[in-house]
């Protein structure tokens, strides 16, 4: 039986994000499986614009880019998704698009991808009602999941696993060797040990642990003569700040690097460049870039109280510890850095993140959903 379905989003394209860089393999992904098995799908996006799509992950033809005109948006989702068999959207902010066509055609399953923080809260009315309606609840972490069941009275069996894959484009490297040109860019050697971390850096959001990282390097620069902490992400002038102020407070002025803003086509060559990426983080509803850092072979050590334990899988790929222990967060920054971090390390971190994270099995996991839903 042929499918149509529908993926709304709010924004895929012109911004950079965990959210919005998990939408694109997605669309890649779900546009892999319709052309292999001919159904018919299409993505509709509320604030990119046609000309924003990033063409390899989806053909022109196939989305469509409302440039913020908001009820264009909201008409056209409805009353295409009526007439689909499954419409999948990507935030909890679409809600209301998501009840309007359960209500007008219950036959359509409605999904909703739950990634954090955006559904680890209070809930409005009317998204708690579209909860109640909707098929299917798809989970980036087993974390999510339960947070979902606790937090909104979700059935376990509406709420499906669903672990996020490492982007099909992203250009991994095949040598491990620090870059020269970040090497000379910031006035570091093959000695300096490096510490990284890359991350959104708002003020609103004091939850990622980087501040943690900063009050340790005065302690670590004492075992580690010479030690960098290179911390990754754009910032808002309170965060910006914030995080001076601190770096003045604890004397680590010439130990931390900020580098703001990193291209995602520069973002492989600064996991090179460190030796461990630390982002101690407490609401990751699973950490993208933790299985980024693991597929450029770089170790990775993340808070144990979030969806992060699914991209270590539970261990296995790196160390979680108490985000707010200091002393057992410096404990796993020694052990990673005494540990030696050799190329072929690294080739087999590479190799095991994506053994388990690549997008094959992710196109597996997503069609078996997809074939389930409407017989």
């Known amino acids: 039986m042929s499918k149509k379905i529908l993926l709304f989003t709010l924004q895929s394209f012109i911004t950079t994000g965990g959210i919005q860089k998990m939408t694109r393999t ?5 546009n892999h499986i319709a052309v ?58 679409l809600a209301l698009i998501g009840l309007i066509i359960k209500k007008i055609n219950p036959k359509t399953k409605v999904w909703l991808i739950a990634h954090g923080i955006e559904v680890w809260r209070p809930l409005s009315f009317l998204q708690n009602a579209f909860l109640k309606h909707c098929d299917k609840v798809i989970c980036v972490s ?22 996020n894959a490492i982007d099909p484009f992203m250009l991994l490297p095949t040598a491990f060797v620090k870059p020269q040109h970040l090497l000379d860019k910031y006035n570091l050697t093959l000695d300096n040990r490096v510490i990284y971390t890359l991350t959104r850096l708002a003020n609103s959001e ?20 010479g030690i960098k902490y290179v911390l990754s992400g754009k910032y808002d002038a309170n965060e910006e700040i914030r995080i001076k102020n601190m770096i003045a407070q604890n004397g680590v002025q010439a130990d931390v690097i900020l580098t703001g803003f990193i291209a995602e086509k520069d973002i492989p060559d600064y996991f090179l460049l460190a030796d461990v990426f630390v982002l101690p983080s407490k609401k990751e509803g699973f950490g993208i870039v933790f299985i980024e850092a693991l597929a450029c072979g770089l170790p990775v050590i993340c ?8 991209a270590i899988r539970n261990g296995e ?13 410096e404990a796993a920054i020694s052990d990673a850095l005494e540990t030696s971090t050799s190329p072929q390390k690294r080739t087999y971190l590479q190799k095991q993140c994506l053994h ?20």
């Not at 790929?317 to 967060?329: I, S």
Request: include cysteine; charge should be negative; glycine fraction near 6%.
């Open 356 to 375: 388990y994270f690549n997008e094959d099995a992710y196109i597996g996991n997503l069609e078996e959903l997809l074939t389930v839903a409407n017989g």
């Open 142 to 163: 087993n974390f999510t999941k339960q947070q979902m069941i606790s937090r909104h009275n979700i059935n376990q069996d509406k709420c499906a696993i669903l672990n």
């Open 26 to 30: 997605l669309a890649h992904s779900l």
């Open 317 to 329: 790929l790196g160390r979680a510890v108490d985000a707010d222990n200091l002393d057992e967060l």
């Open 36 to 93: 292999n098995n001919k159904w018919d799908f299409d993505m509709y996006s509320a604030y990119d614009a046609n000309q924003d799509l990033m063409p390899q992950y989806l053909p022109a033809e196939k989305f469509r880019g409302f440039n913020a005109n908001k009820s264009a948006f909201v008409l056209q989702a409805v009353k295409k998704g009526t007439k689909a068999d499954v419409v999948i959207l990507t935030h909890i902010n």
């Open 206 to 225: 004091q939850y990622k642990g980087h501040d943690h990282v900063i009050e340790l390097i005065s302690r670590l620069k004492l075992k580690y003569p």
């Open 303 to 310: 808070g144990n109280a979030d969806g992060s334990i699914d």
